[in-house]
């Protein structure tokens, strides 16, 4: 989800990001930030350069600079604020990108759309970096990993203030609901994240099609309301960060920024409820139409590269597939409970999966939510 934005505006800025989108519902209209690289609007011809639609702030820009140094080709990036609007990018005979980093399900669904070239590994030898145990778990929406490279990962939990909630109320997503924090609860802005929580605590499949299942879940979240501070979205880890929130629905990626000792708070932890919850997955794709497929891979193989990955994953916060990353990465990843995610946890989490035309039952479970 996924996807993340740094805390710091200053950093943001720094790198060019104009943030205008920070608000915007899953699934919204999108917003081109200034700087943005779109090889149709600016007539660029292409040489030399791959286009990368991406989440905000989610790879480093030293890194792109590195392997422009070392290689000659420049990534310019376009990014975005949901797997829909990706798609939606992507779905078109004239796709100008090259490159994007959707999550699982969004992955499924490309495939479906005939949108994704088939990666060629023989062009990939770092592959060889990537944990088997996460290549065989993305081959549930991407049959045989043919088309995609496993970039990041991480799980949905709750994020929480060590000083503000009682620790006999930690393990459940019961918490989310708890009144006691009436007023300090911050939910995550999106259909599938926080019907994942809903469904997970009555104990259903958070795939579930089952209609009934699905109104259930939002009467859930429609019990939440009154108790919620604010539905948000990127701004969750400053709110938080802040002290204006003692639990949040978070991806565990943007726990581990909210907790960074430069950047985060001390005073924050997180936990995977025990009635389990969603494992997602953001994977490097290359589209069907590219016309520099070669040179994205070289690009991918770059990114697999161990001290590029650990670099990377230093930057962006989220859990790394790779094998190298945890043999170099900082010892404060390492010890980070939103970063280090036990097997016991993961073992309790499930991908989500492409609905298709049922994806209209939670689109209305959501729009009775918000009536």
């Known amino acids: 989800m996924k996807r993340t934005l740094s805390i710091i505006l200053s950093s943001l800025m720094a790198l ?16 081109t930030p200034t700087g943005s690289a779109d090889p149709k609007a600016t007539g660029d011809s292409g040489e030399k350069t791959i286009y990368l639609l991406n989440w905000g702030d989610y ?17 310019k990036e376009t990014p975005v604020t949901s797997n829909e609007e990706m798609i939606i990018k992507l779905d078109t005979d004239d796709c100008p990108y090259d490159l994007c980093i959707p999550s699982d ?57 060590k000083n503000m909630v009682d620790e006999a109320d930690l393990g459940s997503w019961d918490l989310l609901w708890n009144e006691k924090y009436s007023g300090k609860i911050i939910m995550y802005d999106s259909v599938r994240d926080s019907m994942a929580a809903a469904l997970c605590k009555l104990g259903y499949d958070l795939n579930t099609t089952n209609e009934e299942e699905i109104n259930k879940a939002a009467d859930e979240l429609i019990a939440v309301k009154p108790l919620a501070r604010a539905w948000l979205t ?14 949040a629905l978070v991806y565990s990626g943007d726990a581990v920024w909210s907790m960074m000792p430069d950047e985060g708070s001390d005073e924050l932890e997180f936990f995977v409820p025990k009635e389990g919850s969603n494992i997602y997955f953001d994977n490097i794709v290359i589209t069907a139409n590219s016309p ?33 990353v945890a043999e170099n990465i900082d010892e404060f990843f390492l010890n980070c409970s939103a970063y280090n995610i036990s097997a016991e946890d993961v073992a309790r989490c499930k991908v989500f999966r492409d609905l298709g035309d049922k994806i209209s039952l939670y689109d209305a479970a959501w729009n009775r939510i918000f009536k």
């Open 105 to 161: 399900y969004a992955v499924e669904r490309l495939i479906a759309k005939n949108r994704l070239a088939e990666i060629n590994f023989d062009n990939i030898p770092n592959i060889a970096n990537i944990d088997p145990q996460y290549l065989k778990l993305s081959e549930v929406f991407d049959p045989g990993n043919k088309y995609s490279v496993p970039y990041t990962w991480g799980v949905l939990g709750i994020l929480y203030n």
């Open 292 to 324: 520099r497929k070669a040179m994205a891979e070289q690009f991918i193989n770059f990114l697999l590269d161990g001290e590029i990955a650990t670099r990377n994953t230093e930057y962006i916060g989220y859990s790394s597939p790779n094998v190298k």
């Open 234 to 247: 990127d701004s969750i880890k400053d709110s938080m960060v802040l002290g204006s929130g003692a639990v």
């Open 59 to 75: 790879l480093d820009k030293e890194v792109k600079d590195e392997f422009k140094r070392l290689t000659g080709i420049t990534v």
């Open 16 to 31: 060019g990001v104009v943030l205008a989108l920070a608000s915007c519902k899953s699934g919204g209209g999108e917003t």
